[in-house]
């Protein structure tokens, strides 16, 4: 089976940074694709970015593009979530997620994927 489990959040300031890491295991192939998600409290879920495993091709949501950055981590199957600029609305729960299709004008759809770890929390103080 699939597994991802999130790390590296934690509580940072207005304008700090933070690296998240999804580690994931079970893959049979590299035809997955890696998403980044986000869920504040009261709120849907968001998606945030995401990465192709198979030819390295992200995707990244207008309201991070230029602070978020995706990317594949020094180990295999680490994918890795630089935040920068971080402000307060980008507070949240951060969840990765496998999708096994992706169908990439639908990246941004949680319903795409297929897998999802347990999230980690993100407070930035103002």
């Known amino acids: 089976d699939v597994q991802l489990q999130a790390s590296g959040g934690g509580l940072v300031q207005v304008g700090g940074s933070l690296r998240l890491s999804c580690t994931a295991s079970?893959?049979?192939?590299?035809?997955?694709?890696i998403g980044w998600f986000r869920q504040a409290p009261g709120k849907a879920r968001e998606a945030v970015s995401c990465?192709?495993?198979?030819?390295?091709?992200?995707y990244t949501t207008g309201s991070v593009q230029g602070r978020f950055f995706v990317s594949s981590g020094n180990t295999k199957n680490t994918l890795l979530l630089q935040m920068n600029n971080l402000k307060p609305e980008d507070t949240a729960v951060y969840y990765c997620?496998?999708?096994?299709?992706?169908?990439?004008?639908?990246?941004?759809?949680?319903?795409?994927?297929?897998?999802w770890g347990p999230g980690t929390q993100v407070t930035v103080s103002s």
């Open positions: 997620a496998a999708d096994s299709t992706l169908i990439r004008s639908s990246w941004s759809m949680p319903t795409q994927y297929d897998y």
């Open positions: 079970g893959f049979t192939s590299d035809d997955y694709a």
């Open positions: 990465i192709s495993l198979s030819d390295g091709e992200t």
